[in-house]
């Protein structure tokens, strides 16, 4: 499996992005997938993650509330809508493929990774 993550950009606090990933390869549409993010000199912290149909969501308390993550199996593709973006969300978002159905907070539960898309929120 093979991960493209795109979207990342820089934007004004209050501002909004929407980032997808891309999967190629089997192993996606059956497993979970999620949304994690590293800033500049900090460990990769969990911010989202969806069951393999969709219908499950699980979020970081820091980001409930203001990112919504979705996919759609038809495309392949992850999704992370994100709204009021502040400074502190600033990192490398990184994507994910799930080892299970339903992924969870821990990275030990992934098993394909992107390579990131930077997201600089400016102040």
């Known amino acids: 499996v093979q991960l493209q993550a795109c979207g990342g950009g820089l934007v004004q606090a209050g501002g909004s992005l929407r980032l997808s990933c891309a999967a190629s390869g089997r192993a996606s549409s059956n497993n979970g997938m999620g949304w994690f993010r590293q800033a500049h000199g900090k460990e990769r912290e969990f911010v989202a993650s969806?069951?393999?149909?969709?219908?499950?969501?699980l979020y970081a308390d820091s980001v409930k509330g203001q990112f919504t993550i979705s996919r759609d199996n038809a495309k392949n593709t992850m999704y992370l809508e994100m709204n009021n973006l502040k400074p502190e969300d600033t990192a490398v978002y990184y994507c994910a493929v799930g080892l299970r159905p339903l992924s969870g907070r821990n990275t030990d539960g992934y098993r394909y990774w992107g390579q990131g898309t930077l997201v600089t929120v400016s102040s």
């Open positions: 969806i069951d393999w149909r969709g219908t499950n969501t």
